[in-house]
């Protein structure tokens, strides 16, 4: 389990625990919350755990002394730990680091649980290609994507005319727009519905986490920026829509819980009973939708660009908005300009060579992205 100490990390722990006699677990990774990686490895009786840091690697190996649990450090440990053959691994990684576990667990034949979304917007094609090579199966543990997965088990892509994500609307769904220039940490940093990482939470506020998933739509499942549409819901209880040619719209319905999604991936292909809370739809009466505001939220116009674009545009595109992000949680850029310093270094890196020129391997993925997060850091300087 790659991020078991995340909020998604957690939830699969969650799950896992209170069945554990049915699972044998290999691996847990997490970064710097070693108290928590150390008592949930013994907790699930797992064979070994690591650390990205390896500044960590003495506090992980004390607390798990004498445990008989291995204890590794570092970026390659974690990309080792995808080497052992496993069924099932889930990737909770957060931001890109996630891509090169994730990939080897694939090339390995390992059924992937894939809520890392950074994998799919920087590499979808690489990432699809390595599963197919392998004969290895992808499953999408964002909320949205496991239900158009599962909305459209049974059914012919050819019959699908459109898909629809829907968005919370983020914290600031009710601010006046010419007040978003002063939001500040805290207030982008706290969800109306979903319970997540401060990372995410902001990226829901400003829509850059529905422009990943709008980018993911069309990596996982191959269909174009045409046919993706994004449409505000405040509730968050239908995950995502499926339009078929014949009129219909297959929706899922779901209470916020990750655990759904983790646990559909685990059980998949069947079902089986999850600790979820069961909607009560008479009791909650009335389910809301809304056009989005792209004026609002430029994210979406940004990843409208780099789905038409391809190529290493999404590599460029995460990498300028992780770092935009890490700007904006230092105080360092307002809310607003994490938009600018995205869209400042897809133009700066739209010419010369180009984005879509160049081969998509995992190298040239790395590189656009290292060169994406100095341009976006020197927009950054001039900015602030
Ligand atoms: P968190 O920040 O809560 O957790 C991230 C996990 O990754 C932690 O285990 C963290 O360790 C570890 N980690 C951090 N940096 C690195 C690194 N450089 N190398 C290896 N491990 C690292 O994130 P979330 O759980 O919120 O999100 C995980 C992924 O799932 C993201 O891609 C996110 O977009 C996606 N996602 C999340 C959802 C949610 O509900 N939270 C919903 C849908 C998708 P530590 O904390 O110990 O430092
Ligand atoms: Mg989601």
Redesign the pocket.
Known sequence: M??????????AVDLIARDLDSYDVVAL??????A??ASDAIALRANLAV??YPDCYDELKDALSGTGIAVAAG?TA?AEAATHHVDWALS????S??LVPGMTALEHGTTLAL????SLVTAGPLLMARAKAAGATILP???EHSAVFQALVGEDMAAVERVIITASGGAFRDWPKDQLATATLAQASSHPN???????TI?SASMF?KA?ELIETKEFFGVPSSMIEVLVHRESLIHAMVGFNDGALMAHVGPPD?RH?IGYALHWPDRKHLPVERLDLAKIGSLTFEAPDEDRYPALALARFVMETGGLAGAVFNAAKERALDGFIAGDIGFLQMSAVVAGTLDKMSSGDGLQLRDMTLDSVLEADRLARIYAGEIMKKLG
């Open positions: 790659f991020g078991a100490t995340g909020s998604v990390g957690q939830s990774t997490g970064g710097r919350n070693i928590k990686l650390t990205c970026d974690i909770a990684i957060i931001g680091a996630g809520a890392n979304k950074e543990v964002d909320s979903w319970d997540m990482g401060q990372r995410i990226d986490n990943m990750m999604a």
